[in-house]
């Protein structure tokens, strides 16, 4: 199994500083905290990141996930989604499937990840949480979507492969309200 943490966006909602390395009220910031509870359930992860963006690469890297830069065409994010996907096919641990994560989610709790990954070493074709009747992230899916999930392009990211196959999703209730909070505001900041 591998954890994806997707964290190549341009965060135009948050305004001129990068919102993933905003500290949240507990210290730390959005990117570590996500990636640290990505790890935690999944200790084989990556982390897609824009080029530019070295000091966020180095954050991410020293969190313990291995850390690839998209190119300026796959800033988009299921083009990003598609990159990391292909990056991960040269480690063994992608042959179980993915977990995809956003960077902007560090409330998810890790126990929701793991139990993702759980499902999916199970047999699930594809996994979403869900926090009382609502859906959420982090996504599992197996890897025999992995072909589809590197033909992704442009803003909508897997949600195409969630409407193509509903019969193939296993909904996984959860509580935990991470899976919905993710930061787009400044005002998100504050939980």
Do not use: W
């Amino acid at each position: 199994m591998i954890g994806i943490l997707l964290a190549a966006g341009f965060s135009r909602r948050f305004g001129a500083s990068n919102k993933l390395l905003q500290v949240l009220p507990e210290g730390s910031p959005i990117a570590q905290a996500s990636a640290k509870r990505l790890i935690e359930a999944i200790p084989f992860s990556i982390a897609i990141v824009r080029p530019e963006n070295k000091v966020l690469a180095q954050l991410l890297q020293d969190a313990g996930l291995k850390v690839f830069f998209c190119t300026e065409q796959e800033t988009e994010m299921a083009d990003s989604l598609s990159a990391a996907i292909k990056f991960s096919a040269a480690f063994s641990e992608s042959s179980d499937g993915f977990v995809i994560a956003l960077a902007d989610m560090p409330y998810i709790d890790s126990k929701t990840t793991a139990a993702i990954a759980s499902k999916l070493s199970e047999g699930a074709s594809i996994v979403v949480p869900t926090y009382q009747g609502k859906r959420g992230h982090p996504v599992g899916f197996s890897a025999k979507f992995r072909a589809e999930l590197e033909s992704l392009h442009g803003d909508e990211g897997a949600r195409s492969i969630l409407k193509r196959y509903p019969e193939e999703i296993i909904f996984l209730e959860c509580d935990d309200s991470g899976i919905l909070a993710d930061i787009d505001t400044p005002a998100d900041l504050i939980l």
